[in-house]
């Protein structure tokens, strides 16, 4: 059995569906330990806390303190709230962490005593429409300007770059003539939900 940490900043319908897995399959290999959010107000920790999931939030306010992160440079502040995200990992004995429509950047020392045990959720076919900035709704403008024949989401292993590690499994929609960034999304989201319970399955069996 695995312990595993999801880090979220929204919605958590992902999160969801790794939750429903877990509690729908008697052999399922993980249990999710801690749901770990950037924000406090994310719909996500409603739901950790309907399925009894402890929560805890790591933002640069909650981690390094309101004055010294408002004087931080973006990158001081994503290595602080990741180092902090390591401790919470190390103190709860997880051993696999799942970014679930997690909006901040991992890095430094989490990457490494964590390689290839992170995994990332990313609405869009990489290495296609990835990158700084490629997140939700932008990756289906984007995709859409393009005028892409299809589309769908990709969960691949976390390494040091943004969207670059090696891809353990990818959806793939249509994209229609007439659609806009909502019904896009309709239609791939539902494939993110197989995506990421199939992609922590693989990492699961793996590790």
């Known amino acids: 059995m695995k312990n595993i940490a999801v880090l979220v900043s929204g919605g958590g319908t992902n999160l969801q569906a790794l939750i429903d897995y877990e509690r729908s399959h008697a052999d399922c290999p993980y249990k999710i330990c801690v749901v770990i959010s950037s924000t406090k107000n994310a719909y996500s920790l409603e739901r950790a806390a309907k399925a009894e999931i402890p929560s805890v939030i790591k933002s640069p306010f909650s981690v390094m303190g309101k004055e010294k992160a408002q004087s931080s440079t973006r990158e001081e502040k994503n290595e602080a709230v ?43 076919l990489l290495p296609k429409f990835g990158g700084v900035g490629m997140w939700g709704h932008n990756v289906h403008e984007a995709v859409l300007a393009a005028k892409e024949k299809e589309s769908g989401c990709t969960v691949h292993l ?18 229609m003539s007439d659609d806009d960034v909502d019904s896009l999304y309709a239609r791939i989201a539902p494939e993110e939900h197989k995506a990421i319970v199939e992609g922590l399955l693989l990492v699961c069996a793996a590790n």
């Not at 976390?158 to 994209?175: A, F, H, N, R, Y």
């Open 82 to 124: 990741s180092n902090a995200i390591l401790e919470e990992c190390k103190n709860r004995g997880i051993d696999i962490i799942v970014l679930a429509g997690y909006l901040s950047v991992l890095q430094g020392a989490v990457i490494k005593e964590y390689k290839n045990k992170i995994i990332n959720l990313h609405p869009a």
């Open 158 to 175: 976390v390494d040091d770059g943004c969207d670059t590690g090696k891809i353990l499994v990818q959806k793939k929609v249509p994209v």
